[in-house]
């Protein structure tokens, strides 16, 4: 089955830097990669996602990079502002028709005032 | 806007005891899901179901069981609690083939003792 490596598992960064986490996949079939956001003690919200035959999506200040050939993808946050502090998950899903999600272990992120 | 209920937000049961997580979305979504989230662990997919009735294991199914009786509902059991099943548990549902990324409930948060 599918594995999700994710890194770091904690990221502290001033407000107004940059933060960016890095998720790699096994399975070369998945096609399907979504970044949730989960703030304290809420659900996690699905925040932007990014479909295999892209490279790159972006919405306002987050962005995703999709790298096929070494299965690795990232999220990138630039300005970040105290209300970017959450844990964030990345996963993949595989291409067998099913909905199936595989989830990495989740970046604290913590922006600094 | 979609939502997706869990009956329990906090539950506190005694070991070997049958517990019942229950989970109800109200958009007709086909796919509904129980994660399991552990920190330093991400989230964990117990058990899926993509039609009423159907059913299939996630990647950590031992302990647990699920039922599909109607479409909306997706409960999770556990046959007889431990401590080791102490955890918060997560529902998600979405469309069969949608583009969209699960929408998850707010989680139930149950302490075996």
């Known amino acids: 089955g599918e594995n999700v490596e994710q890194h770091p598992s904690t990221l502290s960064v001033q407000e107004g830097d940059s933060a960016v986490i890095k998720c790699t996949y096994s399975d070369s079939a998945s096609n399907y990669f979504p970044w949730y956001k989960q703030e304290l003690g809420k659900r996690p919200q699905l925040i932007i996602d990014i479909r295999s035959n892209v490279g790159e999506k972006k919405d306002q200040r987050i962005a995703v990079t999709l790298n096929k050939t070494a299965k690795h993808f990232s999220l990138h946050i630039t300005e970040t502002q105290p209300e970017d502090s959450a844990v964030y998950f990345c996963a993949a899903r595989d291409n067998f028709g099913n909905e199936k999600l595989t989830f990495g272990t989740g970046t604290r992120l913590t922006i600094i005032p | ?113």
């Not at chain 2, 059991?77 to 955890?87: D, G, K, P, R, V």
């Open chain 2, 1 to 113: 806007d979609v939502k997706v209920t869990q009956s329990s937000r906090y539950l506190v049961k005694r070991t070997g005891e049958k517990v019942f997580l229950e989970c109800v979305q109200d958009m007709d979504h086909e796919n509904m899901f129980w994660y399991r989230q552990d920190p330093g662990l991400g989230l964990r997919l117990i058990y899926f179901s993509y039609d009423v009735k159907m059913k299939e294991k996630g990647d950590i199914p031992e302990g647990y069981s699920v039922s599909r009786e109607k479409k909306e509902r997706f409960s999770l059991i556990l046959e007889s609690a431990s401590t080791n099943q102490t955890s918060m548990y997560l529902c998600a549902s979405n469309y069969l083939d949608s583009i969209y990324g699960y929408t998850f409930g707010s989680g139930t948060r149950l302490t075996v003792v």
